[in-house]
C-alpha cells in the first residue's frame, strides 16, 4: 500500500491530504476534505454529478487520480457563491427559474455550466447544451436547466415572497433551494458520522438460486475489518417485508434461495468507510445452485413452471377488473374495431443518488432502547412499520429522518438499506451506514412493471366510441411490492380519459425471477395509456376523423359517468386541455405535410396523448395530517410529513398554509418528514401530496387561524400581522393584540397548533370494479412532433406543447418542473430505456435521456379547480409522464405510417418494423 | 491499494515497465469505469506527466505527431487541416465534455473497445502508432496494432507514445458520422469516418473509409476504396454495395442487432461519401 501528499487547492484555498494516488479525486473531497458538495452518482463518469473544475476545466472528479490534480486547482459547488457567501449569478439563475429539483445533478449542472461561462458569457443554446450534454438530471427534463444558463448574465433579480394572503398561485422560488445551489444540502451518503461502521449487502448473482452459506465465521476473521456478518438468523422480528400487510413476501436476507438476480442474502459489517471500499466479497462463503430461471409473464404461466410463493398457484399475484356496459353488445353493433398487442420492458427509476443512509441507537425518554435511521425515503411512515415489524418491536421505538432525496420516483417507496441497516444497529448497537453503488442499485431496486396488454376499441362510423376491451398481464418480478397497486389502478384507467359505455378490463399481476417491479411513476398507467391512445389513434385513421378531433369528441366531460360508475362532477380538465392544444396541433401538422412534399429520408410526425389519473390511494383510506405551530416569538412552524423528493412539496405545502392562515410566507419555517416531530402526511407517491397534504396544509392554516381570531374575538376576514411576540387581530377598525409570551408551550415550544387532516372521500369496488376509487382525477393531453430518420430508424423528438388541467397551479414554476420532467421520462420510456437484469446495470447501458434528446416544450396550465383541493388544486406528478410515450409514438407512427407495439422504439426495431413494411408491400 | 508511479521521463517510465508489466494509466475515463465494485490491487504506472507524450505537432515532413496523452479536448482546440474534421467531430463525441477534458487519443486506441470512437477516424488517415520500450522506438500501422476486443499489439514493457498521421493523408476533407440511442454520452452503434481528395476533374483521387463498432475492431474498407478512385466524387454514394461492407462482422447486443448494424453501416457509409463529394460543412 502507499499512499503519497498531495498538495491542492480547493477553492482558492491550499489544503493537503496524505492519499492513496489513484484515489478518486471525488472521494477526497468527499471524505478527506468534508466537501460533501460534489456528489457521485456512478463512480463511472456516466453522469457527472461528481463534475468539478481542475485547472478550470469541468471533469468528473470519480475519474481523477488525486495523484493528477497534485498542484492543480480544483473548484467544487462549495466555491461558487460570492466571498460574502451571497449565491452568485449562477446560482441565483438557477433558483430564478426552478432549474434544481431533487438537487443531487445540480452540483454536475453547476459546474459544467460554470466551465462554460468561464470561457464563454454569452453562451448560445447549442453552446449550452454541449457543455451540460456530460451530466444526467432525471428530474427537471433540462429546460428549466439551459434556460437559467442562459439567462445568467441577466443578472435579473431574485423574485419577491408573496406578501400575506397571495402566496399560492405565486412563483415562489424553491423555499429549500438554497442549500441545493451551494452544496450544503446532505443527502443520504452526506451525513453518515466518523467512526460509524459500514454495511455491505451479498447480493445474488443469479435469478433463480438455491444456496448454502459456509464457514461465515472463518471468512469474517481472515477478512480484514469484519465485525460481524449478518444472515436471516440474525433477523430478531420478522425476515419479511412488503408493501400490504398481508403480502410480506420478501426476505430481509433469503433463506436457502433466491427468486431474482441482487437479491440479498447476507450483509458484511465492516469497521469503517476504508474497510467498506476495500472489502472483496468474491471470497464470501456461499455455494450457489441455480435453476432456470422465469424470465418474463410466459415463462412464469408455462405448463410446469416453477411455482415461486406458496400462495399463488400459477405465480398469479393478483387480478383487477373492471366491468361496466355490455361488451359484446357494443362489439357487435360498432362500425368499427381496431385492436393490437403491446408490450413494455423493465424501467429503471434512474434517480442519480443511489440509496444511502445510516442508522444509529437511541434512547427514549424512558430509557427504552430505540433506533434511528437517516434515509434517503419517500415514505418515512412505511419505513417506520416496516423497521419495527422486522425488529419484532413498537413503531413509536424506530424514528425516521429522512435525508435529502435526490431522486425517487417510486423507487424510493421500498424497503432498500433501511432494514438490514435496522438488523446491524439493533445487533451491534452501534451507528452503521450503508450505500448501495450504482450496479447493486440498478440490479437490488424495484423497477417499472413490463406489460403485455392487449386491447380492442369499438366505435360507430360518426366517430362515438361504444367499448373498450383491454387485458394486461403485469411482470410483477419475484415480490409482490407494489403490484397490487398495478393490478388495481390499471382497469380503473385503461378506457382513459373518454367516455366508454361498456369497458372490460382486466389485470393480472404475475409473479417472475425478475427484479421486483414496484411503484414507478403511474403504477401501470403509462403502459395502459401506450395501447389505449394507439388504438384511439388507428380509429381515427379508420373513421378519417383527425386525431384531436376524436379525442375531443370523446372526452370525459363534468358529470360523465366512468368505467367504475363514478360521476365526476368537477375539475374534468380534459376537453379545455385539447382546445388549448389544437392551434398547435393544426401547427404541427401543417409542418410534416410540408415535409412529406419535401421527400428525403427524413420525416416529421405529430402525435397526441391524453390522460386521465386519480389522485390519492385507489379505493383505499390514504389520510394526511398537518400541523402549523406558533412559537411564543411569533414565528411559524409547519411541521410537515410529506417528503419532498425533488417535486417541491416543501414549497407547496408552505404556500397554502401561509394563505390559509393568513401569514406571509417568509414567516413560516419546518420541519418535515421527521417520524418523531410530524405526524402521518402519508408517501410521497400516488400524485397525492399537493392534493391530499395540501389540503390537511390548509386545514392546519384554517385552524390555527380560527384559535387566533376566537381568542381575538373576531370575525372570519380579519387580518393578522405576527409579530415578535405577539399577533395582531385587525378587524372592524379594530386591532387586537394576542401576546404570545406567557402562553403555555407544548413539547415543541408551540403555544398554539392548529391542526389539519384530510382523507380523500373513496369508495371500495366490487366485484366488477364499480365503486369510487379516487376523490379527483387529473386530465391531461400532450403533443409531439418528432422527426425519425426513415433509413436509421431514429426518432428525434423536437417539440411538445403539454395541457395539464392541475385544478389550481400553487406554483406554476414547480408545476412546469414536473411536466418537463415527465415529459423527459415518458421519452425515455417510449424511445430507449429498457432494463435487461446483468447486462443494463450501469448508466452506459442503461440510457436515460440526456440534454440533447429533450424537445422544446411549451406548457398549457389548465385549472379547472377541484372543490375538495386546496384551492382547488389536484396533482401533477404521474400525469406529466403518462401521456408522453402515446404522443411520440403517435407521432412516429404518423410519420412512418408503422405502428410501435413495443416499447422503447430503439432504432434497430423501428427500421426492423420499416422493413417488414417494406417485405410485405414487396 | 497497489503501487502508483508517475514518472517525468519517458526513460523512466519505460525503465519501471521493463522490470514489471503495470497497468497504465492516463485520463482514467475508462480505468475507473472497469472499476465501480471493487477496486483490485494493481500497480499502476500514470503517463500524464511525460511531456514526451504531450501536445500535437507538425512536422518537417508535413505529417502530424499526436502526443499519447492528448485529451480529445486539446485535439478540439488545436488548428488542425480539413482532413481532420472527422477527427474532431469524433472527439466531440467521445462521452460529455468531462470525458473529453480527461480521455486521451492514445487511451481510447490501448483500451482497444470495438466502440472506440476515435479509431475509424484514425483509420481513415492512415494513422500509425508509435511504441516505445527501452529497446526502441517500433512504429505499426493503426489496424496493426488494435487487434481485436480489448487487445493490441502493446508488448507490457512498451508504450504508446504517439500517433502519426502522415502528410499525405492530411490533403482533402475529412466526416465522421456517429450513430447512438442518444444525444450525448453514447456508446456508438455504428460509426464511419471518411477522407476524400478529389482531382480537379471532380473524381475521386483519394478516398479512405472506415466502419467502427461493427467488428471487434473497427474496418478500413479498402475494396470500396479502390472501387472509388477514379470515379466521379458526386457518384461515390451511389456506388457503394453490399459487398462492399461484407467484411464487417457486427453482433447483436443491448444497443443494436447485427441486421441493423450492417445496414446501418451501409447508409452511413453512403451518406459520409455524399457530404465528402459535395464538401458540405461539418455540422
Keep these: ?922 | 491499494m497497489g503501487a502508483y508511479t508517475r514518472p517525468e521521463r519517458l526513460e523512466d517510465a519505460l525503465t519501471v515497465l521493463r522490470a514489471r508489466p503495470l497497468t497504465v494509466l492516463a485520463g482514467g475515463t475508462d480505468h475507473f469505469p472497469a472499476r465501480v465494485a471493487h477496486t483490485p490491487d494493481e500497480d499502476l504506472l500514470d503517463v500524464t506527466a511525460l511531456p514526451e507524450l504531450r501536445g500535437i505537432r507538425r512536422e518537417a515532413g508535413g505529417g502530424l505527431v499526436i502526443g499519447a496523452a492528448t485529451t480529445w479536448s486539446q485535439l478540439i482546440a488545436t488548428d488542425l487541416p480539413p482532413a481532420c474534421d472527422g477527427l474532431k467531430a469524433a472527439a466531440r463525441e467521445v462521452g460529455g465534455v468531462q470525458i473529453q477534458n480527461r480521455g486521451t487519443v492514445g487511451g481510447n486506441l490501448c483500451n482497444a473497445s470495438p466502440a472506440a470512437d476515435g479509431v475509424p477516424a484514425l483509420l481513415s488517415l492512415d494513422a500509425e502508432v508509435e511504441l516505445a520500450s527501452l529497446d526502441g522506438v517500433r512504429r505499426l500501422p493503426l489496424d496493426g496494432f488494435v487487434l481485436g476486443n480489448r487487445k493490441t499489439a502493446r508488448r507490457p514493457d512498451e508504450l504508446l507514445t504517439a500517433i502519426r498521421i502522415p502528410a499525405a493523408a492530411l490533403d482533402g476533407a475529412g466526416r465522421f458520422l456517429k450513430l447512438g440511442a442518444r444525444r450525448y454520452l453514447v456508446i456508438s452503434i455504428v460509426m464511419v469516418a471518411g477522407t476524400m481528395t478529389k482531382a480537379p476533374d471532380g473524381t475521386v483521387a483519394g478516398v479512405r473509409l472506415a466502419v467502427g463498432a461493427c467488428s471487434a475492431t473497427a474496418l478500413r474498407l479498402r475494396e470500396l476504396e479502390a472501387t472509388l478512385i477514379g470515379r466521379p466524387a458526386a457518384q461515390a454514394a451511389s456506388l457503394v454495395a453490399d459487398s462492399h461492407l461484407a467484411g464487417l462482422q457486427p453482433i447483436d447486443d443491448v444497443r443494436a442487432d447485427a441486421a441493423y448494424r450492417r445496414e446501418t453501416a451501409c447508409v452511413l457509409v453512403r451518406r459520409c461519401l455524399a457530404d465528402l463529394a459535395a464538401d458540405r460543412a461539418v455540422p
Excluded at chain 1, 449562477?90 to 431533487?102: I, P, S, V
Excluded at chain 1, 403502459?527 to 375531443?552: K, P, T
Excluded at chain 1, 417539440?799 to 418542473?817: I, Q, S, W, Y
Excluded at chain 1, 440510457?847 to 382547488?872: F, K, N, R, S, W
Aim: with cysteine.
Design chain 1, 1 to 922: 500500500m502507499t499512499t503519497a501528499t498531495i498538495t491542492l487547492t480547493v477553492n482558492g484555498a491550499e489544503r493537503c491530504v496524505t492519499v492513496d494516488p489513484a484515489r478518486r479525486l471525488s472521494r477526497v473531497l468527499r471524505d478527506d476534505l468534508g466537501l460533501t458538495g460534489t456528489k457521485v452518482g456512478c463512480d463511472a463518469g456516466d453522469c457527472g454529478a461528481c463534475t468539478v473544475l481542475l485547472d478550470g476545466a469541468q471533469v468528473c472528479a470519480c475519474l481523477t487520480p488525486a495523484a493528477q490534480a497534485a498542484g492543480s486547482t480544483v473548484v467544487t459547488v462549495e466555491g461558487l457563491a460570492e466571498p460574502d457567501g451571497r449565491l452568485s449569478a449562477l446560482q441565483r439563475a438557477f433558483q430564478r427559474h426552478g432549474a434544481a429539483q431533487c438537487g443531487i445533478c445540480t452540483p454536475g449542472m453547476l459546474m459544467a455550466a460554470a466551465d462554460l461561462l468561464g470561457r464563454t458569457a454569452r453562451p448560445t443554446r447549442d453552446q449550452a447544451m454541449d457543455a451540460l450534454g456530460g451530466v444526467l438530471c432525471r428530474c427537471t427534463g433540462y429546460q428549466k436547466i439551459v434556460e437559467a444558463v442562459l439567462d445568467v448574465g441577466s443578472n435579473a433579480p431574485d423574485p419577491a415572497m408573496p406578501a400575506a394572503g397571495t402566496a399560492v398561485g405565486a412563483r415562489v422560488a424553491r423555499l429549500d433551494g438554497a442549500g441545493k445551489l451551494d452544496g450544503s444540502e446532505l443527502y443520504g451518503d452526506d451525513q453518515c458520522p466518523a467512526g460509524a461502521l459500514w454495511l455491505k449487502v451479498v447480493r445474488s448473482p443469479h435469478a433463480l438460486a438455491d444456496f448454502a452459506l459456509g464457514d461465515l465465521d472463518a471468512w469474517a476473521a481472515a477478512t480484514p475489518g469484519v465485525v460481524s456478518v449478518l444472515t436471516a438468523a440474525d433477523v430478531p422480528g420478522h425476515n419479511s417485508f412488503g408493501i400490504y400487510p398481508t403480502l410480506k413476501d420478501q426476505p430481509v436476507f433469503a433463506e436457502r434461495f433466491v427468486r431474482y438476480r441482487g437479491e440479498s442474502v447476507a450483509a458484511v459489517v465492516v469497521d469503517g468507510r476504508a474497510a467498506f471500499e476495500a472489502l472483496d466479497l468474491s471470497g464470501f462463503p456461499i455455494e450457489w445452485s441455480p435453476r432456470a430461471a422465469l424470465v418474463g409473464i410466459e415463462a412464469a404461466q408455462a405448463e410446469g413452471a416453477v411455482q415461486l410463493h406458496e400462495a399463488s398457484p400459477g405465480n398469479v399475484l393478483i387480478r383487477g377488473r373492471v366491468a361496466s356496459g355490455d361488451v359484446d353488445a357494443a362489439f357487435a353493433r360498432a362500425d368499427a374495431v381496431v385492436e393490437g398487442s403491446f408490450e413494455t420492458p423493465f424501467v429503471e427509476h434512474a434517480y442519480i443518488e443511489p440509496e444511502a443512509g445510516w442508522a444509529r441507537p437511541v434512547e427514549g425518554p424512558d430509557g427504552s432502547r430505540r433506533i434511528e435511521l437517516r434515509v434517503t425515503t419517500q415514505t418515512p411512515y412505511m419505513d417506520r412499520d416496516e423497521v419495527a415489524h422486522v425488529l419484532g418491536i413498537a413503531p413509536d421505538r424506530v424514528r425516521i429522518v429522512p435525508s435529502a432525496v435526490g431522486g425517487g420516483f417510486g423507487g424510493k417507496l421500498d424497503q432498500s438499506l433501511q432494514l438490514p441497516l435496522a438488523v446491524a444497529v439493533w445487533k451491534l448497537g452501534r451507528p452503521v451506514a450503508a450505500l448501495w453503488n450504482r450496479p447493486e442499485s440498478l440490479a437490488s431496486s424495484t423497477k417499472r412493471h413490463p406489460a403485455r396488454m392487449r386491447a380492442a376499441l369499438a366505435a360507430d362510423r360518426s366517430g362515438k366510441i361504444l367499448g373498450y376491451r383491454f387485458h394486461g398481464d403485469f411482470d410483477t418480478g419475484a415480490y409482490a411490492s407494489w403490484g397490487p397497486t398495478v393490478a388495481g389502478r390499471v382497469p380503473v384507467h385503461a378506457p382513459g380519459p373518454y367516455r366508454v359505455p361498456a369497458v372490460l378490463a382486466t389485470s393480472a399481476a404475475v409473479y417472475t425471477d425478475g427484479p421486483p417491479a414496484g411503484a414507478f411513476r403511474g403504477f401501470g398507467v403509462p403502459q395502459a395509456a401506450i395501447a389505449g391512445e394507439a388504438l384511439l389513434d388507428r380509429m381515427a385513421d379508420r373513421l378519417g376523423i383527425d386525431r384531436l378531433e376524436f379525442r375531443l369528441a370523446n372526452a370525459l366531460r363534468a358529470g360523465d359517468p366512468t368505467a367504475t360508475g363514478q360521476r365526476i362532477e368537477a375539475s374534468v380538465g380534459l376537453a379545455a386541455c385539447l382546445e388549448a392544444l389544437r392551434p398547435h396541433w393544426r401547427d404541427y401538422l401543417a409542418l410534416c405535410e410540408a415535409a412529406e412534399a419535401r421527400g428525403g429520408s427524413m420525416r416529421l410526425g405529430a402525435g397526441i396523448g391524453c390522460m386521465w389519473y386519480g389522485c390519492g390511494n385507489t379505493s383505499m383510506s390514504n389520510p394526511s395530517i398537518m400541523r402549523l405551530g406558533l412559537k411564543p416569538d411569533g414565528s411559524l412552524v409547519l411541521y410537515n410529513g410529506a417528503v419532498d423528493i425533488g417535486q417541491g412539496s416543501y414549497t407547496i405545502m408552505a404556500q397554502i398554509a401561509a394563505d390559509a392562515l393568513g401569514a406571509p410566507l417568509d414567516r413560516i419555517a419546518q420541519v418535515c418528514g421527521d417520524t418523531d416531530r410530524t405526524a402521518d402526511a402519508g408517501k410521497t407517491s400516488a400524485s397525492r401530496q399537493t392534493f391530499v397534504s395540501g389540503k390537511a396544509s390548509e386545514l392546519a392554516g384554517l385552524d390555527l387561524r380560527a384559535q387566533l381570531l376566537r381568542l381575538a374575538n373576531a370575525g372570519d376576514d380579519a387580518e393578522l400581522s405576527f409579530e415578535d411576540g405577539r399577533v395582531l387581530v385587525r378587524h372592524d377598525g379594530r386591532t387586537r393584540a394576542i401576546e404570545l409570551a406567557g402562553m403555555p408551550a407544548d413539547a415543541e415550544g408551540d403555544v398554539l397548533v392548529g391542526s389539519g387532516t384530510f382523507d380523500p372521500p373513496t369508495e371500495p369496488l366490487d366485484a366488477d370494479g364499480q365503486g369510487t376509487p379516487y376523490a379527483t382525477y387529473a386530465f391531461a393531453a400532450q403533443i409531439a412532433l418528432v422527426a425519425v430518420d426513415l433509413e436509421l430508424g431514429t426518432t428525434r423528438v423536437l417539440k411538445m406543447v403539454a395541457a395539464h388541467d392541475v385544478g389550481r397551479a400553487v406554483n406554476p414554476t414547480l408545476v412546469e418542473g414536473q411536466i418537463h420532467g415527465g415529459i423527459a421520462q415518458g421519452l425515455g420510456l417510449a424511445l430507449m430505456e429498457e432494463y435487461l437484469p446483468g447486462r443494463t446495470e450501469n448508466l452506459h447501458d442503461y440510457l436515460i435521456p440526456t440534454v440533447g434528446d429533450m424537445p422544446e416544450i411549451t406548457c398549457i396550465l389548465v385549472e379547472d379547480a377541484e372543490p375538495l383541493g386546496p384551492y382547488g388544486a389536484k396533482g401533477i406528478g404521474e400525469p406529466a409522464l403518462v401521456p408522453t410515450a402515446p404522443a411520440v409514438l403517435g407521432a412516429i407512427r404518423h410519420a412512418t405510417g408503422i405502428d410501435i407495439t413495443r416499447v422503447p422504439a430503439l432504432p434497430h426495431r423501428v427500421r426492423a418494423a420499416l422493413r417488414a413494411r417494406q417485405r410485405a408491400a414487396e
